[in-house]
């Protein structure tokens, strides 16, 4: 099936970062780390790659390597707030559909920039679009800081949370420490969401209106308001794995160490 309808990509970049200040203009390779997500945003089939920053030093920076930038309130509490608010700046069509691509994703596959903006053609019940890879360690499945997500057979979400759903009855029940002593099961698939979205501008409108979701103030999982007020959102398997994005120090060491070993090879 060939996908002609233009979409946009908006990258919000936050200079603040509370575990890495200053992460969008970190140096890879010569080059500031969102300079690195806007290239692999332009080389998917976008129509438009925006980024979306509250820092003039951002701005600045971006500008100089040639993209286009919108200037977004100081206030947001979320990346989807400022979203919203670039979709209104740049007056886009209800059924627009606008991917949200992090500003710490410099290594993130435009393949998968363009999965998640053909789902929402493919599936015009779905207000939002969202990806995910298949969990094989309990480890994993019990972490908090990797996000599950349960799906119909349709890929419709029923529910995103940091706890190990679904819940393993007869096989963890009274273990003292399920993730290191018992396996997953062999007939249930566990899935990791993987924190790339696509929205019709009219939902990015109607979000910012809605009122948080309890479940969403006690996961601090965002994505449950629109559940909770009847958005559907489809989930689908990555075409291929992303990498890592960078929230440490250590990760912009790893991802510097791998840009570099390319370069050599």
Same mark, same amino acid.
């Given at each position: 099936?060939?996908?002609?309808?233009?979409?946009?990509?908006?990258?919000?970049?936050?200079?603040?970062?509370?575990?890495?200040?200053?992460?969008?203009?970190?140096?890879?390779?010569?080059?500031?780390?969102?300079?690195?997500?806007?290239?692999?945003?332009?080389?998917?089939?976008?129509?438009?790659?925006?980024?979306?920053?509250?820092?003039?030093?951002?701005?600045?920076?971006?500008?100089?390597?040639?993209?286009?930038?919108?200037? #977004?309130?100081?206030?947001?509490?979320?990346?989807?707030?400022?979203?919203?608010?670039?979709?209104?700046?740049?007056?886009?069509?209800?059924?627009?559909? =606008?991917?949200?691509?992090?500003?710490?994703?410099?290594?993130?596959?435009?393949?998968?920039?363009?999965?998640?903006?053909?789902?929402?053609?493919?599936?015009?019940?779905?207000?939002?679009?969202?990806?995910?890879?298949?969990?094989?360690?309990?480890?994993?499945?019990?972490?908090?800081?990797?996000?599950?997500?349960?799906?119909?057979? !349709?890929?419709?979400?029923?529910?995103?949370?940091?706890?190990?759903?679904?819940?393993?009855?007869?096989?963890?029940?009274?273990?003292?420490?399920?993730?290191?002593?018992?396996?997953?099961?062999?007939?249930?698939?566990?899935?990791?969401?993987?924190?790339?979205?696509?929205?019709?501008?009219?939902?990015?409108?109607?979000?910012?209106?809605?009122?948080?979701?309890?479940?969403?103030?006690?996961?601090?999982?965002? !994505?449950?308001?629109?559940?909770?007020?009847?958005?559907?959102?489809?989930?689908?398997?990555?075409?291929?794995?992303?990498?890592?994005?960078?929230?440490?120090?250590?990760?912009?060491?790893? =991802?510097?160490?791998?840009?570099?070993?390319?370069? #050599?090879?």
């Amino acid at each position: 099936m060939s996908f002609t309808t233009p979409f946009t990509v908006v990258i919000p970049a936050r200079f603040g970062s509370s575990r890495l200040p200053g992460k969008p203009l970190a140096d890879i390779g010569g080059q500031p780390m969102i300079q690195h997500v806007w290239q692999r945003a332009q080389e998917s089939r976008a129509g438009r790659v925006v980024i979306a920053t509250d820092d003039a030093r951002v701005q600045q920076a971006c500008v100089r390597f040639g993209a286009e930038v919108v200037m #977004t309130s100081v206030a947001h509490v979320s990346g989807t707030d400022r979203l919203a608010e670039v979709a209104q700046a740049l007056n886009l069509d209800e059924d627009h559909r =606008v991917i949200n691509v992090q500003g710490d994703e410099p290594l993130i596959p435009s393949v998968l920039i363009n999965q998640v903006a053909d789902n929402l053609d493919l599936h015009p019940e779905a207000a939002i679009a969202t990806l995910c890879e298949r969990l094989h360690d309990t480890e994993s499945v019990f972490n908090p800081n990797v996000v599950k997500v349960v799906f119909d057979q !349709q890929g419709m979400a029923h529910y995103f949370s940091r706890a190990p759903i679904p819940w393993y009855r007869d096989g963890w029940a009274g273990a003292a420490d399920v993730a290191a002593n018992r396996d997953l099961p062999d007939n249930v698939g566990y899935f990791r969401h993987i924190g790339i979205y696509g929205y019709r501008a009219g939902v990015l409108a109607d979000f910012v209106r809605w009122s948080p979701a309890p479940a969403e103030q006690v996961e601090a999982l965002e !994505q449950l308001r629109a559940l909770y007020h009847g958005a559907r959102i489809h989930v689908d398997l990555a075409a291929v794995s992303p990498p890592a994005g960078v929230d440490t120090e250590a990760d912009l060491q790893r =991802v510097r160490a791998f840009l570099n070993k390319q370069e #050599t090879n």
